[in-house]
């Protein structure tokens, strides 16, 4: 555990996120695996894998400025990470051996608050662009490319969750700094109230 300690306290830690392994033999470091992964800043944007046998690896290739807000993490070991490069929106899925795949077209200027993935390897990002309050949200493919979400004219995006079904749930703020509450549907939806038909990945029902 000392060798993870060394790592975290030489920077600011914004998201830390653990799965659990099922495997007896990478308790042992026999064949470690990705068992966390973790965000901040230090000097530079930083996020890093932490392995079963208790190892720390930094993901190469993240931006030279920004920061890193938010991560999340499979039960596979594949993440998605989420912040800034420079003043645009930054994301980027992981491979559960740390190899990165930035997520190119997302909003510019402006941050990612927030992240999720789920079991198939598909995220879910949110965030905006806080000096001109426009919120931002997109789906992920696994193969790491963003299918924009409306949102309002105004407001930020602090929370995302994609569940089993693949169908997630997005909440910030809107506009008048009234609460918003989004639930984006990634199977084909029906005529029912209050919602209109859609295709896969991008239909977003606003809470009442």
Not at 99 to 125: F, H, N, Q, W
């Amino acid at each position: 555990m000392q060798t993870v300690l060394n790592f975290v306290k030489k920077l600011s830690v914004f998201s830390l996120v653990a799965i659990c392994s099922s495997a007896v033999t990478d308790l042992f470091g026999e064949n470690p695996t990705s068992t966390a992964i973790l965000g901040g800043q230090g000097d530079a944007p930083y996020a890093a894998i932490v392995r079963s046998n208790r190892s720390v690896m930094e993901l190469p290739g993240l931006p030279a400025e920004g920061l890193t807000y938010r991560v999340a993490m499979n039960s596979s070991g594949r993440g998605i990470i989420g912040g800034t490069e420079g003043l645009n929106a930054y994301a980027a899925l992981v491979s559960p051996k740390g190899k990165l795949t930035p997520i190119s077209g997302l909003m510019a200027p402006g941050e990612i608050y927030t992240v999720a993935i789920d079991e198939s390897g598909r995220g879910i990002v949110g965030g905006g662009h806080a000096d001109s309050s426009v919120p931002y949200a997109a789906l992920i493919s696994s193969k790491g490319e963003p299918k924009s979400l409306s949102m309002p004219l105004s407001g930020l995006i602090y929370s995302v969750v994609l569940g089993f079904s693949q169908n997630g749930i997005i909440g910030g703020k809107g506009p008048s700094n009234s609460a918003l509450c989004g639930f984006c549907f990634t199977e084909r939806c029906g005529g029912t109230p209050g919602r209109v038909a859609c295709d896969r990945s991008h239909f977003l029902d606003f809470c009442e």
